[in-house]
């Protein structure tokens, strides 16, 4: 199993490699720059050139991907006593050999293309290379050589773009967990619900709903909550419920603070005065899949002999459908979750940008818009490993969970 | 519902003498598919959607101030000349098919026939996007002015936008660009899928092993942020033919492109379990070659799951193409579509103009919901082992 780990992760990181060489082509051949927007005015020629020397734009674009490559992921030893403050240049032994064991690691997921796995000598070759990065990984972690994760400046000059990034992540991953705690609370017990009373009225109806909700876009779900929940609830009720833009209101620090530097009860209500629209526009798709993943898994497990012999023994429904069935039904919907977050990262664009939220989906919209290079490839970089990490994560919860399940 | 099994009622038929004929896997999936009432629903709402995006031209004018035909309407010679023969051929398939209420096997081999015709005219309309630029042109009324923001009403059923423009006409043309991704992503998703799975399924070994993780790497691709990078940047691209950079073709190839990796890992599968069968051993035995076995022997019993699998994969394209336009990454205004009608419709919908958003949001709602529909009756009609419990 550690193993298939690593591998996975070998595989991630040639996936993320890939992605990187492709995204950068991609912004390199369109023949935008980041500057255009400043060739307007004629007396900005100057500071065209500077910036154009200095983000090293008029070098060709192989050279400029490693550039930008070698800063992104360059390991370099860090002293003890500068913590984790990152600076540039000296490259220790350590690290030229952490750097030979990544290639290494890179070779072994490439020569697998060409390889039949059954070969002896191939056997040998992925115990030692596993050794050999565990041996790797370890001595990076005593001796504190760090990866640069220099991601660069954004070229809309609003600082270093792990800062940018690392500051929305946050809002992203409140709104994120936000929706999926609402899509996991509302849609497993109502996929539960519907396959206990199955073809009861109720279910149809909760099939039918999540059938037509599956089938919205997401963006369509924001507008139509925001037209409705917010503006048309306030100019019927006089009262302002749910706002639709912003994480807070503008006179946020003003509403009190709490106990022990918590935030006030008033903060926390207009707190999710702003959450609740975004998130529910983000979890109605996945509560939707939930609840019909939840039911078949649910009825498969229903109709299994073991519950029928459950029956026949005579033990409470309640125990039945909570301990025996339940139990073993929740299994595949672990890995459905696992997966869905990185979809949840994506719909958290169209979600982000519908209601001003400021996460790293309306940080990438803008970096797209202004071809702000070093944001784009940290924004995508960073989802792709997200969804590298959440794969892996989602197999081997699968295997923890169910016991039939084994890894080659 | 206590229904008889599809394939009980045929016997019957048979035994009562009322149908001749010797009943084949076909006619089961047939009767098996009609069954399912709102997968027939939807393959006709489709037909109905994919005719009326196929013929825009007919139904809204190259000017939308002859609406009421004061102008001629300028089609190609070409273009003319195949609607109506589609045109003609899909009114005698429908009354056929009607007739025989889709027992045939041929009139339901024309009805899905004709969808796909109809896709793929509909979708080849599109490369005549210079042409077609009546959407951009407003409607002025009998003094000059020009009718902004008009709500629903007779002469204008579904209203005018915040520049004047007929929604309905725009509607209708907007379905050209969700039919055209439909199309294509389809058709790329099942060519590429399918051969990539085939191939991995079954020559194990290297040929798996390397298209196996070059089809890992397809999937670990985040799909919305690379697409919006795609979409931004297409219509600036230097190397791309100029049909791929405007309109819906260049968002269609590309999403084809990105998805069809579930597609392959189905395929993958269904190959490795087929290649063991019996039949194939046999087959091989008679020394039939590998292209024979292939294509005879183990893609015919591997079709249903394909057929499925591609259903959903188009919903979600759609759904995606749709969401890029929203967001100003997919086919650029004033060529119309429906993600894009959403987007300005929301701006217009909060000062209470809520027609365009409604309209747009409906039809783009109400196909992907089809499409799901279909690729569910298909997966009951197709798949025979998987008992429909419904009691």
Redesign the interface.
């Known amino acids: 199993m550690f193993a298939y780990i690593i591998r996975r992760l070998v ?2 990181i ?2 993320l490699f ?2 990187s060489l ?2 950068f082509m ?2 390199q ?4 720059t980041p500057l255009d927007r400043l060739k307007l005015n004629p007396r900005m020629q100057p500071v065209i050139a500077q910036l154009t020397e200095q983000w090293g734009l008029d070098k060709p674009w192989y050279e400029q991907y490693f550039i930008w490559l070698k800063n992104f992921v360059w390991p370099i030893d860090v002293p003890a006593e500068e913590g984790l403050t990152v600076y540039f240049g000296k490259l220790g032994v350590r690290s030229w050999v952490a750097i030979a064991a990544f290639f290494a690691a890179v070779g072994y ?1 490439i020569a ?6 059954e070969a002896n000598w191939w056997r040998t070759y992925r115990a030692f290379s596993i050794l050999v990065v565990g041996v790797i990984a370890f001595w990076i972690i005593k001796s504190r050589v760090v990866f640069a994760l220099n991601w660069g400046e954004s070229f809309r000059g609003d600082g270093a773009v792990w800062d940018n990034i690392f500051g929305a992540a946050g809002n992203t991953f409140r709104l994120g967990l936000t929706a999926l705690a609402i899509a996991l609370l509302i849609g497993i017990p109502l996929g539960v619900y519907q396959a206990i009373r199955q ?1 009861s009225f109720f279910d149809q109806l909760g099939t039918m709903v999540s ?2 909700t ?7 779900i924001g ?2 909550l ?2 409705i929940l917010a ?1 048309q609830l306030e100019r019927w009720t006089g009262v302002k419920v749910f706002y639709v833009a912003g994480m807070t209101s503008s006179g946020y620090a003003e509403l009190g603070r709490g106990l022990f530097g918590l935030p006030s009860l008033a903060q926390l209500g207009d707190v999710v005065q702003h959450l609740t629209l975004p998130a529910i526009s983000i979890a109605a798709i996945s509560m939707a899949g939930y609840s019909r993943f939840q039911r078949a898994s649910m009825l498969e497990v229903m ?1 299994s002999d073991y519950l029928r012999t459950a029956k026949a023994k005579g033990l409470p429904r309640r125990t039945i459908i909570i301990k025996h069935a339940l139990r073993n039904a929740m299994i595949p919907i672990v890995t459905l979750v696992s997966l869905d977050i ?1 979809t949840m ?3 958290a ?2 979600t982000e ?1 519908i209601f001003g939220w400021p996460g790293v989906g309306r940080l ?2 803008g970096a ?2 202004a071809v702000d290079y070093p944001t ?1 490839m940290a ?2 970089l960073a ?2 490993a ?3 990490v959440m ?1 892996i994560i989602a197999d081997i919860l699968y295997g923890v969970l169910d016991p039939r399940v084994r890894y080659d | ?1 206590t229904e008889r099994p599809a394939s009980d009622e045929l016997v019957l038929d048979a035994a009562e003498g009322i149908s001749a004929e010797p009943i084949t896997q076909w006619d089961l999936f047939v009767t098996r598919l009609r069954r399912h009432r709102l997968a027939t629903i939807a393959f006709f709402y489709m037909a109905f959607i994919a005719y009326v995006a196929l013929m825009a031209p007919l139904f809204t004018c190259e000017k939308n101030d002859m609406f009421c035909g004061r102008q001629p309407i300028q089609m190609s010679a070409l273009t003319t000349v195949i609607m109506l023969v589609v045109a003609a051929g899909t009114l005698y398939l429908a009354y056929r098919s009607l007739r025989s209420g889709l027992r045939g096997a041929g009139s339901a081999l024309g009805a899905v026939g004709i969808v796909s015709v109809l896709f793929l005219i509909s979708s080849w309309g599109l490369l005549d996007i210079p042409h077609i630029n009546h959407y951009a042109d407003q409607l002025p009324d009998d003094s000059g002015r020009i009718l902004v923001n008009i709500a629903p009403r007779g002469s204008l059923p579904l209203g005018t936008d915040d520049l004047g423009r007929d929604v309905l006409s725009r509607v209708i043309h907007g379905g050209r660009a969700s039919l055209a991704v439909g199309l294509v992503v389809g058709s790329l998703v099942a060519l590429l899928g399918t051969v990539v799975g085939s191939l991995a399924g079954y020559y194990p ?2 040929v798996d ?2 298209l196996m ?1 070059f089809t ?2 397809m999937l ?7 697409a ?3 979409g ?2 297409l219509p ?4 791309l033919p100029d049909f791929l950079k405007q309109g819906a073709w260049g968002i269609a190839v590309l999403l084809g492109v990105l998805v069809w990796g579930s597609l392959a890992r189905i395929v993958r599968a269904e190959f490795l379990s087929l290649r063991e069968k019996e039949f194939v051993e046999a087959a091989r035995a008679a020394g039939a070659n590998d292209r024979r076995i292939i294509f005879r022997h183990i893609l015919p019993n591997a079709i249903s799951p394909i057929i499925v699998q591609t259903t959903l994969v188009v ?1 979600t394209a759609i ?1 995606i193409e ?2 890029l336009s ?2 100003g ?1 997919g086919v650029r205004p004033p060529i119309p579509t429906w ?1 894009g009608m ?2 300005s419709g ?1 701006a217009i ?2 000062r209470g103009f ?1 027609w365009e ?1 409604v309209f747009s ?1 409906g039809a ?2 109400s196909t ?2 089809a ?3 279909m690729g569910d009756g298909l997966r009951d009609a197709l798949d025979p082992t998987q008992t429909i ?3």
Do not use: C
Request: net charge positive; aromatic share 14%.
């Open positions: 595989y991630g040639v996936t890939a992605l492709v995204v991609l912004i051949f369109s023949g935008g997921a697998t293309f060409f390889v039949k796995i073809y059938f037509i599956f089938s919205t876009p997401i963006f369509i507008v139509m925001q037209l503006y109709h990185a990262i994506g719909g664009i169209i940008s990438y919209i797209i818009n784009i924004v995508v989802i792709g997200g969804v590298v794969n | 519902m070994g290297v092993q390397s993780r890992d790497l670990g691709l985040p799909l919305l942020p690379v919006i990078v795609v931004r940047v600036e691209l230097r190397f919903g759904i749709a969401a929203f967001l990454f993600g959403a987007s929301a919908a909060v809520w958003l949001a783009l709602i992907v919901l499409i799901n529909f419990e419904r009691k």
